[in-house]
């Protein structure tokens, strides 16, 4: 008899053990082990990243038969690799007399709404010369020479023009954000305004500012 | 105008300063080296000079990225570019690479924004035209196309919607099917008695190829068929070849 209840026993203790340890197991882990991580946020676009440059800039622009007059703009660049950037490009100028309006005192042949000068363009450009430029010995900047070409559209003598341009440009980049930009940039389009068809240079020079963002 | 172009200086000013305030030192990301080295340039380039070396289990902060370059600055505070390809090789506190956690420093996935432009013959008249894209697949892409041509008696502008068809987008030479359409406007020249400007729709079915020339560029050689629908007798057909440029991105 007493054999008998001490085996019911046993394997009453046993069941019931059996059934409490993973639950005990379960609990401890909870309460043992407390996280003392705090675990940072995956995002997935942590970094900014600074591919757009956009800017403005002034200079002069010599159109062609209608002497050398101011110009300025709106400039905005993608930089694609390190070595090339697409540029799209908004100027303005105004043409002057031509040297025959001037001499010979008539009519002028141009109405002064005809007059002004509008240009925009697509181009690519190549950083080809990327380095530091020393100012004395006090300064160091990073700083790239690139050439550039595209095509576009001018708008000028009451027609629009396909306008091929092609040029260089010094970039100076002042801290990590601003650039300083000099250019020297030829737009050659073919012009019937004055009867045949001739192909003119207009060569412009320009200075200007870009923030990289 | 000069409102216009102060209007543009005072946002560039504004964007500076905006760009200079968000230097916040816990949102920048910590990144543990495992290679041996990595070298700073002072610029996000090649040719910029290396000036300081990392070495393996120092951390580095991750600041900013501009084209594949990543600034860094590290423990003892020095700032320097380096390529993107070490830094997606370096590891955060979980052990992650940065190549795995940030996918954009994953380069071999499908690009899918396409810009480019290209210029050409539009029916005997010079065109140039700049679009962009949108790569759903491989195979399959839909591209904003905005043009412009200039001939002797008139010019004009359209502007369409193409839906691109690459059978074989695996091959360096991969050729192209397009469809699409859009608006045109035509502009006749100011030289010629005074006609109207005229407004028709325009369908275009093209073909061409697209040249791999990097991972990022390719150059395009396309044809197109423009048919434009004019409220005359006869619709008018245009044949049109250009070549162009395309980054990926």
């Known amino acids: 008899?007493?054999?008998?209840?001490?085996?019911?026993?046993?394997?009453?203790?046993?069941?019931?053990?059996?059934?409490?340890?993973?639950v005990f197991g379960q609990e401890?882990?909870?309460?043992?082990?407390?996280?003392?991580?705090?675990?940072?946020?995956?995002?997935t676009d942590a970094i900014d990243t600074e591919n757009f440059e956009i800017g403005a800039y002034y200079g002069v622009i010599s159109i062609e038969d209608f002497s050398s007059n101011p110009v300025y703009g709106v400039r905005g660049a993608y930089h694609?690799?390190?070595?090339?950037f697409f540029e799209a490009v908004y100027g303005m100028a105004e043409g002057d007399l031509t040297s025959f309006e001037k001499l010979s005192g008539g009519s002028p042949l141009l109405s002064d709404s005809d007059r002004d000068y509008t240009y925009y363009n697509v181009s690519v450009g190549w950083n080809i010369l990327p380095g530091e430029t020393f100012i004395l010995d006090d300064y160091v900047f990073?700083?790239?020479?690139?050439?550039?070409?595209?095509?576009?559209?001018?708008?000028?003598?009451g027609d629009e023009w396909f306008t091929v341009n092609f040029g260089a440009?010094?970039?100076?980049?002042?801290?990590?954000?601003?650039?300083?930009?000099?250019?020297?940039?030829?737009?050659?389009?073919?012009?019937?305004?004055?009867?045949?068809?001739?192909?003119?240079?207009n060569i412009e020079i320009h200075t200007g500012f870009t923030v990289f963002f | 105008m000069r409102h216009c172009l102060t209007g543009i200086l005072l946002s560039i000013a504004l964007l500076v300063?905006?760009?200079?305030?968000?230097?916040?030192?816990?949102?920048?990301?910590?990144?543990?080296?495992?290679?041996?080295?990595?070298?700073?340039?002072?610029?996000?380039?090649?040719?910029?000079?290396?000036?300081?070396?990392?070495?393996?289990?120092?951390?580095?902060?991750?600041?900013?990225?501009?084209?594949?370059?990543?600034?860094?600055?590290?423990?003892?505070?020095?700032?320097?570019?380096?390529?993107?390809?070490?830094?997606?090789k370096t590891i955060d506190r979980d052990?992650?690479?940065?190549?795995?956690?940030l996918p954009q420093f994953a380069d071999d996935g499908l690009r899918r924004w396409e810009l480019g432009f290209m210029g050409g013959d539009f029916g005997g008249t010079d065109t140039f035209t700049a679009y962009t894209g949108y790569h759903f697949t491989r195979n399959l892409s839909l591209e904003l196309a905005l043009s412009e041509n200039f001939g002797n008696f008139s010019s004009g502008e359209s502007a369409t919607i193409n839906l691109l068809h690459q059978p074989f987008p695996q091959w360096r030479y991969s050729p192209f099917f397009s469809l699409g359409g859009g608006v045109r406007n035509t502009n006749p020249r100011s030289t010629l008695v005074e006609t109207e400007d005229r407004k028709d729709d325009v369908l275009v079915v093209g073909a061409g190829v697209r040249i791999s020339l990097s991972q990022r560029f390719l150059l395009r050689v396309q044809y197109k068929k423009h048919t434009i629908l004019t409220n005359r007798d006869d619709d008018i057909e245009v044949e049109e070849w250009t070549i162009g440029l395309s980054a990926l991105f």
């Open chain 1, 169 to 201: 440009g010094f970039r100076l980049l002042l801290n990590d954000t601003i650039a300083w930009h000099i250019d020297m940039r030829d737009h050659i389009f073919d012009r019937d305004t004055f009867g045949s068809d001739e192909t003119t240079h």
């Open chain 1, 142 to 157: 990073n700083s790239s020479l690139y050439i550039i070409g595209g095509v576009g559209n001018t708008e000028f003598a």
């Open chain 1, 28 to 43: 401890s882990a909870v309460q043992v082990i407390e996280p003392d991580l705090n675990r940072r946020k995956i995002e």
């Open chain 2, 17 to 88: 300063t905006s760009a200079v305030s968000a230097d916040d030192e816990a949102d920048y990301i910590d990144a543990y080296i495992t290679v041996p080295y990595v070298e700073l340039h002072t610029g996000p380039g090649r040719g910029y000079p290396v000036f300081y070396i990392a070495e393996r289990d120092q951390s580095v902060k991750l600041l900013k990225q501009r084209t594949s370059w990543v600034k860094v600055r590290t423990e003892n505070g020095k700032e320097g570019w380096v390529t993107q390809h070490s830094v997606a």
């Open chain 1, 1 to 22: 008899m007493d054999n008998r209840i001490k085996r019911a026993l046993l394997a009453a203790s046993i069941i019931i053990t059996s059934l409490q340890t993973p």
């Open chain 1, 80 to 84: 694609v690799t390190e070595d090339f």
């Open chain 2, 95 to 101: 052990g992650l690479t940065m190549g795995e956690k």
